[in-house]
T-cell receptor, first 112, second 117 residues
Framework: GQQLNQSPQSMFIQEGEDVSMNCTSS?????WLWYKQEPGEGPVLLIA?????ELTSNGRLTAQFGITRKDSFLNISASIPSDVGIYFC????????????FGKGTRLSVIA | SAVISQKPSRDICQRGTSLTIQCQVD?????MFWYRQQPGQSLTLIAT?????????ESGFVIDKFPISRPNLTFSTLTVSNMSPEDSSIYLC??????????????FGSGTRLTVV
C-alpha cells in the first residue's frame, strides 16, 4: 500500500529549542494532516492542510503543504515539556471522506 | 469536533475468546473507520464501517476475524474474534464528516488497549 516516510523517528531536545519534522511520499496527496498522540490517548488533530503551498499555524506549531503535494513539514517553536509525545503525519489521496494513511511517527522528548 | 466515546478503554482477554469494542459519536457522521496500532507502531486501517451494509476491509484484514457493525450514523462496533497474543494492540475508532453544515474532519476516539494472554 501507499506509504508516508516520516523523519526523524525520534528527537531529544532541550526546552526552548525549535523542532522540525517532515513527511514525504512518492504519491501526490490531496490533504495533509498532523496529529499528536500522548500515552493512553488517541491521536489529536493539530493542523490540517488542504492546498499545495498552504502554510498554517496553530499557536507555536506551523505546518506547510509542499508545492509538489508530495511532502509536508511541521515546526514547533520554543518547545516546552508538554510537547512530549508522538507526532504523526497523515495524508489523504483523494477528495471526499476517504481513509487516511499514516507516517510511522516522530517521538519527541523535551529535556527541561 | 465530534466527541467520540470508545469502550472499553482497555481489557485483558484470554486467547480464543472474542471482544467487541464500541464507538459512539455524539452526532451523526458520514464515515467511521477502525484502525489498529500495534505496540510502538503507527496506525493501520482495518476497515471502513459502512452504514447499513458490509464493511470495506483493507488487505490483510477479513470479516471473520474482525466483524464490524454500523447500524446507524452515530454508532459502530468492532469485534476481535478468536484472539491470539498477536492481536494485542490499541484499536481506534475514527470519524469524519458530519451531516449537514457540520464537518468534523478526522477525529479519533481515545482507543481500546487490548492485551491477549
Amino acid at each position: 500500500g501507499q506509504q508516508l516516510n516520516q523523519s526523524p523517528q525520534s528527537m531529544f531536545i532541550q526546552e526552548g529549542e525549535d523542532v522540525s519534522m517532515n513527511c514525504t511520499s512518492s504519491s501526490i496527496f490531496n490533504t495533509w494532516l498532523w496529529y499528536k498522540q500522548e500515552p493512553g490517548e488517541g491521536p489529536v488533530l493539530l493542523i490540517a492542510l488542504y492546498k499545495a503551498g498552504e502554510l498554517t499555524s496553530n499557536g507555536r506549531l506551523t505546518a506547510q503543504f509542499g508545492i509538489t503535494r508530495k511532502d509536508s513539514f511541521l515546526n514547533i517553536s520554543a518547545s516546552i515539556p508538554s510537547d512530549v509525545g508522538i507526532y504523526f503525519c497523515a495524508g489523504q489521496f483523494s477528495s471526499g471522506n476517504t481513509p487516511l494513511v499514516f507516517g510511522k511517527g516522530t517521538r519527541l522528548s523535551v529535556i527541561a | 469536533s465530534a466527541v467520540i466515546s470508545q469502550k472499553p478503554s482497555r481489557d485483558i482477554c484470554q486467547r480464543g475468546t472474542s471482544l467487541t469494542i464500541q464507538c459512539q459519536v455524539d452526532s451523526q457522521v458520514t464515515m467511521m473507520f477502525w484502525y489498529r496500532q500495534q505496540p510502538g507502531q503507527s496506525l493501520t486501517l482495518i476497515a471502513t464501517a459502512n452504514q447499513g451494509s458490509e464493511a470495506t476491509y483493507e488487505s490483510g484484514f477479513v470479516i471473520d476475524k474482525f466483524p464490524i457493525s454500523r447500524p446507524n450514523l452515530t454508532f459502530s462496533t468492532l469485534t476481535v474474534s478468536n484472539m491470539s497474543p498477536e492481536d494485542s494492540s490499541i484499536y481506534l475508532c475514527s470519524v469524519v464528516g458530519g451531516t449537514g453544515a457540520r464537518n468534523y474532519g478526522y477525529t479519533f476516539g481515545s482507543g481500546t488497549r487490548l492485551t491477549v494472554v
